[in-house]
């Protein structure tokens, strides 16, 4: 009894601190009337990370990110870059003092994102899968 007691408190503890987001399933989507239909990661990475200001079709992209307390950005940048929110905002600090590009929109919830893309035909943007609605279309799966 003491054996599986003390098994069960373990398995408990290793459970407890595994990280919570890691179940959170990220897409990348966009409008459900934009004609791109699949995107590379490549592409995605360079639109986030200010390298691009359009979609590989030449249309206009308009990256629509969380605010930088998020805890679905920090998971987004980790997936996709494999850098730190730290890393990614001191980036953008010195990608602005250039004026080489401009960073995301911003928007403070995960249902103002879905919102903002669902209205707007250009923008991209980051949602739990679990998020996803009939107005949206995904163009590229971010795995753990």
Partial sequence: ?????????????????????????L?????????IEQMTRSEVIDLF?????AF???????????????????IFYQRLVGRS????????SRIRFTGRAKPPIKKESKEGVVQYVATTK???SYIPKSMLNEKLKV??????
Avoid at 56 to 74: F, M, W
């Fill in 85 to 92: 929110l730290a890393s990614i905002n001191a980036y953008w």
């Fill in 139 to 144: 163009v590229y799966q971010l795995n753990e």
């Fill in 49 to 53: 990370m200010g390298k691009y200001v």
């Fill in 1 to 25: 009894m003491s054996m599986q007691r003390n098994f069960l408190i373990f398995l408990i503890f290793i459970l407890m601190s595994m990280p919570t987001f890691a179940e959170e399933e």
């Fill in 122 to 124: 250009n923008a991209i």
């Fill in 27 to 35: 897409v990348v989507v966009v409008n459900g009337n934009n004609p």
């Fill in 56 to 74: 590989p079709d030449g249309n206009k992209a308009i990256a629509v990110d969380l605010t930088s307390e998020h805890k679905t950005k920090k």
